[in-house]
């Protein structure tokens, strides 16, 4: 539903134009399964910053190894 809601406020869809855009895609959980790092967005701003700051530290941690 969250999904839904950004994309009809971010791109003007309709909510038919979203869920037809949304079911072309592949299931978030298989999204989530194939991902080397998963950022969650549902908490504030600032917890979302801390989450991309910790993966962001891994990468360049890797990078470097």
Request: glycine share 4%.
């Amino acid at each position: 539903e969250k999904q839904l809601e950004r994309l009809t406020a971010r791109s003007g869809f309709t909510r038919e134009e979203a869920k037809t855009r949304i079911g072309s895609q592949w299931p978030l959980e298989e999204k989530k399964q194939r991902a080397d790092y998963l950022i969650e967005n549902n908490r504030d701003l600032a917890e979302l910053r801390l989450a991309t700051q910790a993966v962001l530290e891994k990468i360049k941690k890797q990078k470097d190894s």
